[in-house]
């Protein structure tokens, strides 16, 4: 039996830490929140308080954890996410370059709004 393709990860990510976001798909469609992760191998994010899932945990008394069922944040595929604007506008991220006293600088611009996204 032939075996599966892994499917390959985003050539590039352009969400970052600390970016808020607002779900496209899913059961959290519609909803806003703060990139805690990125994985850039698997092309995923963490978003603070979506898509929660229950663990059973063992207790573990000299680690300080308890046992039982705990909800945590799973991650998300980058493809199912956008970048919000500070207007709360839903774009895409486009790039300025600058070269500005011989230093080239790549700036994060909102494709919507033209808003810069990087906060300097």
């Known amino acids: 039996m032939?075996?599966?393709?892994?499917?390959?990860p985003?050539?590039?990510?352009?969400?970052?830490?600390n970016d808020t976001v607002k779900i496209?798909?899913?059961?959290?469609?519609?909803?806003?929140?703060?990139v805690i992760e990125v994985n850039?191998?698997?092309?995923r994010v963490i978003v603070e308080g979506m898509?929660?899932?229950k663990r059973h945990t063992k207790a573990n008394p000299a680690?300080?954890?308890k046992g039982g069922i705990a909800e945590r944040e799973a991650s998300i595929h980058v493809s199912n996410v956008m970048?919000?604007?500070?207007g709360g506008v839903p774009t895409r991220i486009g790039f300025k370059v600058d070269t500005a006293g011989g230093k080239v600088r790549r700036?994060?611009?909102?494709?919507?709004?033209g808003e810069t996204l990087d906060k300097k």
């Open 10 to 17: 985003p050539r590039r990510i352009r969400i970052r830490k």
């Open 24 to 34: 496209i798909t899913g059961s959290d469609a519609g909803k806003t929140g703060r």
């Open 107 to 113: 700036t994060r611009v909102a494709r919507k709004t």
């Open 2 to 8: 032939p075996r599966a393709k892994k499917a390959e």
């Open 63 to 65: 680690r300080q954890i």
């Open 51 to 53: 898509n929660l899932v």
């Open 83 to 86: 970048v919000l604007t500070s």
């Open 40 to 43: 850039r191998s698997t092309g």
